[in-house]
Structure formats: C-alpha cells, structure tokens
C-alpha cells in the first residue's frame, strides 16, 4: 500500500456499521443503469456515459480495502522512518534537481516552496515511479455501488467521467490507487476537476504521463486555493521548557512566536522563532515525544491529508530536501499503536467515565484528545492528551 495519501483524506473515517447486502458485478450494473440519468443531468454525455461504464466491473478486492484499510497504522516515528528515510531524502534532492527550473516558476506563481512540492510527490507516488494502475472507474463505482458513502463517490464517479469528456485522459489512462487517487502528485477526481492545471500548455491538465510537469503544478495550485501562505513555514521544532503547561499545546492557542519564546518555547538552536505568524504547539507522541511549533500552512497541508504524521512528512522532508538535519527530539518508542478496537474501547471508556469524545469512530482526533487532556488533568497526571497503550491501561484500571 502506497503512502499516506488524498486519496485517505477521504478515506480514514469509515463508518463502523457496515451493511450486510451481497454486492456483486450484477448489482453493480444495476447500478451502473440507474446512475446514467444522474450522470447525463450533472453534464456527462449519454455516449461518454454508456462508453466508459461498459469497461466497470464490480471490485470486492477495493471495497474490502476500503473497508478495513482503518486497521492499519503505525506510530508516527515508524511512519516517520520510512516517509523520510535517508533513500527519499536523497531520491528528493534528485528529483528537485531534473525539474529545478518547473519548480522554481511553479514556487515564483503559486507561492509554494518547490521543497514542498517535491515532498509531497515524494509520500505520494515516489517521485513518479508508483503512480497506481487501477481503473479509477471501476474503484469509484464499486465504492458508489458500495453504498456507506454513496454521495462522496458518486461525486467521483461523475468527476471522473468529465476528466475522460474534457480530453484530459483517454479512459484507458484513467487509472490510480486502488483508492481513486491518481497520478504524480494522487490527486482524487474531483480534486483534479477543481484545481488541476495545464502547466505545459498541450491543452490537457496531464498528471499521468511521465511528464510530472503539470501534476507538481496541480499540487501547487491546490495548496495556493487552500490558503497557502507564502514565506510561512510549515512549522518548527522546538523545546519546551522545564514546567511547561501542558495545556498550551493545543491547537486552539495560538500565539505569535515572539510570545511563545516569552514562556522558553525556542527552537532547537535555543533560539527564538522568527514571527510568521500565529502558531501552536503540537505533540504528536504527547510530553516524551517532538514538539513542533505550527503555523497556518500546516493547516493548510491537513486539507492535502488530515493526518499529523502525513503533514509531518511532508514538511520534514521537505526541510531535509533543503539540507536540514534530521529531528532532534526523541520518541516514545516503547509505545505502540492502538489497534482499531482499542480505540473504539478508549473512547467509549472515556465517555463512560465522564469525558464525552462525542464520537466513537476510532479517529483520535481533537475531541478525542481533549477528552484525555480531561481524564488527565481529573487524574493527576501531565495533560498532554496522548492516547498510548499505558493511557488505555490507566483508563481501565479505573473503572
């Protein structure tokens, strides 16, 4: 499985009932017949629609990934260890050196590092050389025909209908992860209808071909209509001082740099960081692990992919690329992922003991975060709101 991607920006919170209905090919083509009336009223001609369907075949191989693809995770520094090994690193320096003069004009109109760009083609499809080649087709419909998230991927499913009418592709190009995500840079369809552009001017927005050109730029144009900020950083390592109110690191306080290095919070140098702008402090492994310092170009990189260690990636790479060295903070490595089930189990704990999550889907995102910050703070210990294997254990032993 490829790395971290868009395409599981759509993709990581799965919703837990799952239906019972047998799918299959002949279900599908029903399907597949009912559809047409929606396609050809969103715009899809009736021979585009009847040409390109008649290649889709139902896929239990991506609707069983899609549904249990949630099982699979790592912590962020083993993440880390393979999405900035010393190979991409060295890999991404090459890759930055053949299209140095694409990305350089790329940088001067979108505003967006080429560093940038170059990691994120780096996590997506190792610089070109793993761009999928499943029938994006066959993955979105069997996904629609699926049902749990039929209105999301009927979307694609009509996105990627109009890539194959507007000429961008032939239909038999058409092909990504098994995911949908497509190309270089693995773009989902709609994204690609929304932001994709046509750098080298053929008069095709080409992300496929071997010619990486107009997918780096598509990356760039994406970040640019999300709210990139030119200058910013991503986010920095920092320090945290003795005594740290662990209760600062969240992402809801924010503070200029300047005041942040008024409380001792300095960058790995010791010295203070420059002020681009508003930021907060994360822990992504809580009180043991790095402390980064983020801006709002983080936030804008999560609309790429939600998850932290994916955005982590991204910007470390990316500064690696440029010839930084590697984190100089350490790791929980003792500590190891919670499984799916435990994660259902934490926080219903939680919520039982009186820190509603609010939602039992097994995403440890902010609400289930403060909910531990809660329990911890209730409890006596550092309120650094990291769900590990010794908080689940702590969690039960106190029922």
Known sequence: MRALSLALLCLTSPALAQTNVVRND???QQWIDDFRSKAIAAGISAKIYDTAMAE????AKVVERDRNQSEFTKTIWDYLGTAVSDLRISNGKAALGRQRETLKAVEERYGVPAEIITAIWGLESAYGTFRGS??????MASLAYDARRAEFFETQVIAALQIVQ??????SSLKGSWAGAM???QFMPGSFIDHAVDWTGDGRRDIWGDDPRDALASAAAYLKDNGWVTGQPWGVEVQLPDGFDYLLANREVLKAPSEWAEIGILDTKGLPVSDHGQASILLPAGAEGAAFMIFKNFEVLESYNTADAYVIAVGHLADRISGAGPLRGDWP???RPLSFDERIELQKELTAQGFDTQKIDAKIGPLTVNAVRG???AHGLVPDGY???RFLERLRSAR
């Not at 507007?166 to 239909?171: A, I, Y």
């Open 26 to 28: 002949a279900g599908l």
């Open 56 to 59: 889709v075949s139902y896929s």
């Open 134 to 139: 499943d029938p994006v087709l066959t993955s």
């Open 166 to 171: 507007t000429g961008d592709t032939q239909l």
């Open 183 to 185: 190309g270089h840079t």
């Open 333 to 335: 490595r003792q500590d």
């Open 375 to 377: 329990w911890q703070v």
């Open 387 to 389: 769900a590990s294997p």
